[in-house]
T-cell receptor, first 116, second 115 residues
Framework: AQKITQTQPGMFVQEKEAVTLDCTYDTSDQSYGLFWYKQPSSGEMIFLIY??????QNATEGRYSLNFQKARKSANLVISASQLGDSAMYFCSMRERGNAGNMLTFGGGTRLMVKP | EPEVTQTPSHQVTQMGQEVILRCVPISNHLYFYWYRQILGQKVEFLVS????????KSEIFDDQFSVERPDGSNFTLKIRSTKLEDSAMYFC?????????????FGPGTRLTVL
């Protein structure tokens, strides 16, 4: 079974609008962390936002926020006020077991295209 | 802001040759990782390294692969005898191991092309 599922292979959004990128995960661990990364066409992986399984508040980092629904095992990324520079691949990932140094498992990614 | 660096940015090699990919993790980080991404596919974990030894490895990380921290700053991935299917982007990452998030910061990647 897939541990991280991103069901939207590609999405379009109009510049200045908000967009939600979906991510569901599967784990039996109680302690885990969820991470979103952005991969522009240049190829690097840029960390965006983190949500811990015990965090009671949804994470926010500037224009990025995470809609964390633990019971549904979903961790959707919300980008507000989209900019042309947001066009990229977005990967959801999970670190299980809650321990430092554990591997990340990635989803298949969503390609976001921002229209002017 | 400190960052992970990787060299070379692109390596082309012949099948059967050995390649060494180099990484300089963020200086105060304790955990180091290698991931790979075959073109158009998801990012896959290869190996993690802590305290001068492998702490975890995936099924991909077979006897053809090895990692080393030869000095206080470099972290290398060696592929002993490259295959066509080793063509991919290889990412090095590091994390501090002590913060609440233990976020893994990635380098810019080395694109390996095996001919």
């Amino acid at each position: 079974a897939q541990k991280i599922t991103q069901t939207q292979p590609g999405m379009f959004v109009q510049e200045k609008e908000a967009v939600t990128l979906d991510c569901t995960y599967d784990t039996s661990d109680q302690s885990y962390g969820l991470f979103w990364y952005k991969q522009p066409s240049s190829g690097e992986m840029i960390f965006l936002i983190y949500q811990g399984s015990y965090d009671e508040q949804n994470a926010t980092e500037g224009r990025y926020s995470l809609n964390f629904q633990k019971a549904r095992k979903s961790a959707n990324l919300v980008i507000s006020a989209s900019q042309l520079g947001d066009s990229a691949m977005y990967f959801c990932s999970m670190r299980e077991r809650g321990n430092a140094g554990n591997m990340l498992t990635f989803g298949g990614g969503t390609r976001l295209m921002v229209k002017p | 802001e400190p960052e992970v660096t990787q060299t070379p940015s692109h390596q082309v090699t012949q099948m059967g040759q050995e390649v060494i990919l180099r990484c300089v993790p963020i200086s105060n980080h304790l955990y180091f990782y290698w991931y790979r991404q075959i073109l158009g596919q998801k990012v896959e974990f290869l190996v993690s390294f802590y305290n001068n030894e492998i702490s975890e490895k995936s099924e991909i990380f077979d006897d053809q692969f090895s990692v080393e921290r030869p000095d206080g700053s470099n972290f290398t991935l060696k592929i002993r005898s490259t295959k066509l299917e080793d063509s991919a982007m290889y990412f090095c990452a590091s994390s501090d191991g002590g913060s609440r998030t233990d976020t893994q910061y990635f380098g810019p990647g080395t694109r390996l092309t095996v001919l």
